[in-house]
């Protein structure tokens, strides 16, 4: 079964780190290592917006402003994952983050896109308290 499983979601004070993941499975190693991977969020009451993506490698073909310097992320080929590194927490972190992919060219690679990714994960919630 094709699907992405995302982990690692918690409650964290302001201020903290989290590391979440997306594994790829059932899409055969080759495959999934060549998708466009995202991350997602969507915070209560607002509406979804990108948070980064990657195609290739570990430099994102997109980064929202609200994170830079605080989020990174890392892949893992090997297993298929993608990983975001959150860093210096705030409240307005706190939202459901969803790992997305699929097969989309570097200019669809991009958190601006979300309509075009063919894959979601269930969704994993993230809790920013003071």
């Known amino acids: 079964q094709e699907q992405l499983v995302e982990s690692g979601g918690d409650s964290v004070q302001a201020g903290g780190s989290l590391t979440l993941s997306c594994q790829a499975s059932?899409?055969?190693?080759?495959?999934?290592?060549?998708?466009?991977m995202a991350w997602f969020r969507q915070a209560p009451g607002k509406n979804r917006e990108g948070v980064v993506s990657v195609l290739t490698g570990e430099q994102p073909t997109y980064l929202a402003d609200s994170v830079k310097g605080r989020f990174t992320i890392s892949r893992d080929s090997a297993k298929s994952t993608l990983y975001l590194h959150m860093r210096r927490l705030k409240l307005e972190d706190t939202a459901i983050y969803y790992c997305?992919?699929?097969?989309?060219?570097?200019?669809?690679?991009?958190?601006?896109?979300?309509?075009?990714?063919?894959?979601w994960g269930q969704g994993t919630l993230v809790t920013v308290s003071s």
């Open positions: 059932g899409f055969g190693l080759t495959r999934a290592n060549s998708f466009c």
């Open positions: 997305a992919a699929g097969p989309l060219p570097p200019q669809y690679c991009n958190g601006d896109y979300g309509h075009a990714f063919n894959y």
